[in-house]
């Protein structure tokens, strides 16, 4: 197990004492391949490029692997020899994600024509119903290696919600931004773990301005802002969809994967978990796909993708999936590497074929997704249609939030079948008695 | 396994085929003891009593039995030898809800002066966020032995998206009756899963007396109503509850549970799992004490617990315990049995310290509950309190659902806690920088 002293000056663990995230031996650059040592910092000292997490993997064979994993807790900590977390994570007290459904859509697959098998990976049966749990429940062990009491992140959703159950029950304090007029309902969801929530006097661009000024002054000292000076462990969260997706297809890699882009974090995380496991002969080295999926209202890589540029032109989002909605993605050159690499591609729909997504899973699976999960289903559909999806194969389509956060998406368009008064007589002509 | 020929009579299955629930022998009169031959009937045909399920309890060791568990499924399916569904459950479609999380609560053991340990039975994780989940499955299955093509309800709000889920992944037409003048969210939740979905221009009780009149009626034929006529099947479903909170706790007992009463089902069976797991010896015979939490705006049952008496008097509901509102609850006298046989006790809280408790719950660790867990941790608090439960003992309080859906319970107090301009010195004056 590597142990590695804190850098000075990183503003963590001033008194130097040593830091044990597991398995997790280095940061390096993904650009230059620079390594540091382990800290809460998240730019290349030398080309600013960002930084991830550098692995001493688990040795012993493949099979030992295995039983190791599948004796451990039924949630991300399984995992915990493949993740930057101290190897009795599971003992502390956080929210513990993870080891969601994969839920075999044979109807889902009926409609749309595959005939090879078609799973969804739901992700909305997280402690607060995102994938959101995965992410901040790393960024917490983190947090607590490096010494820092309070957990920050800017937020408009997901993410503040996550932020906020993951510190109260681990026993941080919480210090969460968000731009003061957001809708009551995602106030509540944010304040209600009774951390401290500031309404900042602006839109989202604000407030990550804001947060970014809020890092380098004394004002911020002992913060831990997830998705900012904690990002490098925070990404890795996304790697567990990747792991529980091959053990749940009985250690098997899928030919097909269907992964939204927001910052496009989460699929270049789920690509390295595969290639993790292909490398420690968890499953065995054969090709898979992997296709990108974002709404048309914002959808810079699929614009690049079909561009064939390798460069990603920043957009103003303008689309119901709020939760994918950004325009200048951090990861987005990552993405079309790795779309490109592995013979997938990246699509996109728009909004009203968002929502014909999200209603189209709910009546063939009874999975009720968020905008997010309309955005991968919809581009699913459009995949096949255009033959660069292979329906004879598996596939896997991601759904990484939960329908009840995003209602007003499906609201106009979804009512009643038919309003009568409580008689029979009135039943009979709505026509809906048994044929 | 008993495989029962359905009555002449019954509306199911009139072919004269077989019916085959697993070791489901029987069903019999709660009040009288008659027993009847497995089918679509609720009641009685003696004495009217309340009908229920007897089994043919699975022969062999108890650690036989464990270890047959312990390879079944992640969820409810793995108890199928204890319930009243086929043997191949797990192989067909359903919404296979259960095995949710039992979250070990020391932070808030701690707020509320407990010694021993706190567990919350967290069932906001099942797939519509619900324990209504639980008793739909097994609905569900019963509906499909019995013939039925069309899956039915009236509700008010969970119970109407776990049948619209449910119908949709096992391939059942599903109509649900609502009262027309439901909440939008409330309709969206409902409607979201693509079955027919009825407006009834009245109040609930007024959907209630439709549907009754629909069961008598030719138009109704070939329908599950799930807690009508399927009623004494999907009552069973919680019996799931007593299962994984023994088998989480390591196959032990609780010392004390508190669990929320609506019409009363869900505790009498809960009592019912508990007593079948002592039989089967997979848990020690000791004793455990029960404990019923009301709203005080909708509390029959603890107001004729603190009365002495055995007959439950009808209320008016008038409470933010939506989900708990049934004034005349069915299994009333059952609840009142269980309490003081077990040394239990019933206890209710005014909404004030329903909205309380759901923020202690969210705060402590990190679950936003339904105003029904807001009842039963504020029950327990209470309790605590007056001495009636024992703060040094293993205590499990059930979260039947998802704050999510309750959002307007703690709307009108949960908000952030300053608002400011995107600047440093703003944020210093308001006072929230690490101290």
Same mark, same amino acid.
């Given at each position: 197990m590597a142990v590695q002293t804190v850098q000075n000056g990183t503003g963590a663990n001033a008194a130097g004492t040593t830091v044990d995230l597991?398995?997790?031996a280095a940061l390096s650059c993904r650009e230059c391949g620079e390594r540091f040592d382990l800290g809460p910092i998240f730019a290349c /000292?030398?080309?600013?490029g960002p930084l991830e997490v550098a692995y001493d993997l688990p040795s012993g064979t493949p099979d030992e692997l295995k039983k190791r994993i599948a004796a451990g807790p039924d949630n991300i900590w399984r995992y915990a020899p493949l993740?930057?977390?101290? /190897?009795?994570? /599971?003992?502390?007290?956080?929210?513990?994600?993870?080891?969601?459904k994969l839920v075999k859509a044979d109807n889902l697959a009926r409609e749309l024509g595959i005939t090879g098998s078609l799973h969804v990976k739901d992700d909305s049966g997280n402690p607060t119903h995102s994938f959101k749990d995965r992410v901040v429940a790393i960024a917490v062990e983190a947090a607590r290696a490096f010494g820092f009491t309070t957990l920050s992140c800017s937020s408009t959703g997901n993410l503040a919600g996550a932020v906020g159950a993951a510190a109260a029950r681990a026993g941080f304090r919480s210090c969460v931004f968000i731009p003061h007029d957001l809708e009551q309902g995602k106030v509540v969801m944010a304040a209600v773990y009774g951390g401290d929530l500031v309404g900042i006097e602006g839109n989202y661009d604000d407030v990550n301005r804001f947060c970014s000024e809020l890092i380098g002054?004394?004002?911020?000292?002992?913060?831990?802002?997830v998705n900012v000076n904690l990002r490098p462990y925070y990404g890795e969260g996304s790697k567990t969809l990747a792991y529980e997706i091959c053990e749940q297809l009985g250690w098997r890699l899928p030919d097909q994967l269907v992964i939204p882009i927001a910052s496009g974090s989460q699929l270049t995380k789920i690509d390295k978990g595969l290639q993790e496991l292909i490398k420690l002969g968890l499953v065995e080295d054969k090709p898979y796909k992997i296709f990108g999926a974002q709404a048309k209202g914002c959808s810079p890589v699929s614009t690049a993708f079909k561009a064939g540029h390798d460069v990603v032109r920043p957009q103003k989002p303008d689309t119901i999936a709020k939760s994918l909605a950004i325009g200048n993605p951090a990861d987005g050159p990552y993405v079309l590497d790795i779309a490109r690499r592995t013979g997938g591609a990246v699509e996109d729909v728009d909004d009203e074929q968002i929502v014909d997504a999200i209603k189209l899973l709910a009546r063939t699976e009874g999975i009720f997704a968020e905008t997010a999960g309309g955005v991968t289903v919809g581009v699913t559909k459009k995949l096949i249609e255009s033959g660069l999806?292979?329906?004879?194969l598996t596939t896997v389509v991601l759904?990484?939030?939960?329908g009840l956060k995003t209602l007003d998406a499906v609201a106009p368009t979804t009512g009643p079948t038919a309003t009568i008064r409580p008689s029979l007589d009135a039943f009979r002509d709505a026509g809906l008695a048994a044929s």
């Open positions: 597991g398995p997790a /000292a030398s080309c600013f993740l930057p977390v101290p /190897a009795d994570v /599971a003992s502390k007290p956080n929210i513990n994600p993870g080891f969601t002054d004394p004002l911020g000292e002992g913060w831990g802002f999806l292979d329906p004879t759904n990484t939030g939960d």
